[in-house]
Nanobody, 114 residues
């Protein structure tokens, strides 16, 4: 299986926005429940948001109202629009199939600080 590749991370100040992207040449994202996860050092990976084949979306309570998960079927790309970023959003962000992940990609670092 080809690796998932995340991109779009970087540094931001509180209140600013970033948009993350996830691609993979073999998995058709539309055919799976796809999810964004994040992880900080010493912590377990946690789910941020997911979107299923029928576009049903679920968010974690900590990001509801601020983050938006979406999928571009033609480009087979998964996105996470992150608005009103907070310092506690700082983490490495990953994408993968929900509950049945393939090997993890490198993730993309998001750092929110003054």
């Amino acid at each position: 299986q080809a690796r998932l590749v995340e991109s779009g991370g970087g540094s931001a100040q509180p209140g600013e926005s970033l948009t993350l992207s996830c691609v993979n040449p073999e998995i058709v994202f539309k055919n799976h429940i796809m999810a964004w996860y994040r992880q900080t050092p010493g912590q377990q990976r946690e789910e941020v948001a997911r979107i299923d084949s029928g576009d049903w979306i679920t968010y974690s309570g900590s990001v509801q109202g601020r983050f938006t998960i979406s999928r571009d079927t033609a480009k087979n790309t998964l996105y996470l629009q992150m608005n009103n970023l907070k310092p506690e959003d700082t983490a490495v962000y990953y994408c993968n199939k929900w509950l049945e992940p393939i090997r993890w990609g490198p993730g993309t670092q998001v750092t929110v600080s003054l």
